[in-house]
């Protein structure tokens, strides 16, 4: 097993656990107040995650943040790949993610400005360290067949994990527009989903 491909098997793990612990212990950062009282109290619970109560959900505000990053992190992980992929599939994924988590953003943007939400992520913000990981591996990886592979592993890995994120979310999300805004992101993760399964199974049996 090559080292990228040990990064992205121990960032699948490690990404699972956290989206799971961020939504069980709750980062009570409230979506009233000046940015100076949320980020006082978002620095005050990261001190102590451990201590955070089990049983509570994701807040609208950290529902927010998280599926804004994860669609930030697809889109600016697509730009890396169409540039350094090899395979012309792999370039036209790249460009889907670009265009469509990009959409996804733009519109879960204006659902939360029209619903007066201030996006808060909790503690140890597990989609924060899911983008910077993927950066790195897709940065470090030398463009050509095994970049493609790298990128295609990270975006299975990262959807899988978003899908979670956003059938939790769902449940959790207390305003209206915010949960149908996830309804609709559902089904296109899913499809992203789907293809890049197809695009590792594809890759695999090129090897």
């Excluded at 808060?120 to 899911?130: F, I, K, S, T």
């Amino acid at each position: 097993m090559n080292r990228n491909s040990w990064i992205a098997g121990s960032s699948s793990l490690l990404l699972v656990a956290a989206l799971v612990g961020a939504c069980r212990d709750r980062a009570e950062v409230g979506t009233r107040g000046s940015d100076t009282a949320v980020g006082s109290e978002s620095a005050a619970v990261s001190t102590d995650t451990a201590a955070a109560p089990a049983g509570n959900e994701l807040s609208d505000a950290n529902i927010a943040a998280l599926v804004d990053e994860a669609n930030e992190a697809d889109s600016s992980a697509g730009a890396i790949a169409v540039k350094k992929a090899s395979s012309a599939d792999v370039k036209r994924f790249a460009r889907m993610m670009m265009g469509e988590h990009h959409a996804l953003r733009v519109d879960g943007q204006q659902v939360v400005k029209k619903a007066n939400i201030t996006p808060a992520p909790p503690a140890n913000d597990p989609v924060a360290a899911m983008a910077q990981q993927e950066t790195q591996v897709l940065q470090s990886t030398a463009a050509g067949p095994a970049f493609d592979k790298a990128y295609i592993d990270q975006e299975v890995t990262a959807h899988r994990a978003v899908k979670d994120l956003l059938n939790q979310a769902e449940g959790a999300a207390k305003n209206a527009d915010l949960k149908a805004a996830i309804q609709k992101a559902t089904p296109v993760v899913e499809r992203h989903l789907k293809e890049a399964e197809r695009l590792q199974q594809q890759l695999a049996g090129k090897a």
